[in-house]
């Protein structure tokens, strides 16, 4: 079973970076692809972004550039970091592992989530 | 954009068949994913590739995918099924996941 955990701070004030790690305990990091999604309070899922096993990454355009994804495979944990942060972007932070990319792609080992919320 | 549109909200009885619908552009031409949310829990996947069913996922969940219209359903449908549900695809215009409005599960 690969379970997945999200650390980070909670809060963050507005323009900073926030930053998150998500740390996955069973298996190697070095293989399939790893995502992040988010959850605003009451909305629903938006995905952010996945880095595969060659470091590759595909971001959601709609974050214009402030999203990046790395992967620490020492340390078996896959990061995000989303700068100039704005109340948007309070959320439930989810990590997933994902299975193929692009159009095959899903979801299939979450994280429980993490609520960050940006605010002075 | 790409939009997903499902039902708000669906309400069922215990024992009875509880249908899903996602609604997108050509939606059959892509794979449709489901996945169950929880309070306090970690999403759980359902379906992936439009009818496929994860080995822990009991058989009551099957999937579907056609034309515009992907539908999960769940037969004999159990207290314990109570959850919200989003669908997923691809879309490879913008390029990215987009994920379904999101259907609340009722069971009354």
């Known amino acids: 079973q690969v379970q997945l955990q999200e650390s980070g701070p909670g809060l963050v004030k507005p323009s900073e970076t926030l930053s998150l790690t998500c740390t996955v305990s069973?298996?190697?990091?070095?293989?399939?692809?790893w995502s992040w999604i988010r959850q605003p309070p009451g909305k629903g899922l938006e995905w952010i972004g996945y880095?595969?096993?060659?470091?590759?990454?595909n971001y959601n355009p709609s974050l214009k550039g402030r999203v990046t994804i790395s992967v620490d495979t020492s340390r078996n944990q896959f990061s995000l970091k989303l700068t100039s942060a704005t109340a948007a972007d309070t959320a439930v932070y989810y990590c997933?592992?994902?299975?193929?990319?692009?159009?095959?792609?899903?979801?299939?080992?979450w994280g429980q989530g993490t609520l960050v919320t940006v605010s002075s | 954009s790409y939009d997903l549109t499902q039902p708000p909200s669906v309400s069922v009885s215990p024992g009875q068949t509880a249908s899903i619908s996602c609604s997108g552009d050509k939606l059959g031409e892509k794979y449709a994913s489901w996945y169950q949310l929880k309070p306090g829990q970690s999403p759980v996947l359902v379906i992936y590739q439009d009818n496929k069913r994860p080995s822990e996922i009991p058989e009551r969940f099957s999937g579907s995918n056609s034309g515009n219209t992907a539908t999960l359903t769940i037969s004999g449908t159990q207290a314990m099924d109570e959850a919200d549900y989003y669908c997923q695809a691809w879309d490879s215009t913008t390029p990215a996941y987009v994920f379904g409005t999101g259907t609340k599960v009722t069971v009354l």
């Open positions: 997933a592992r994902q299975l193929y990319s692009t159009s095959s792609g899903f979801l299939d080992y």
């Open positions: 880095i595969d096993y060659s470091r590759n990454t």
């Open positions: 069973t298996g190697s990091i070095s293989t399939y692809y």
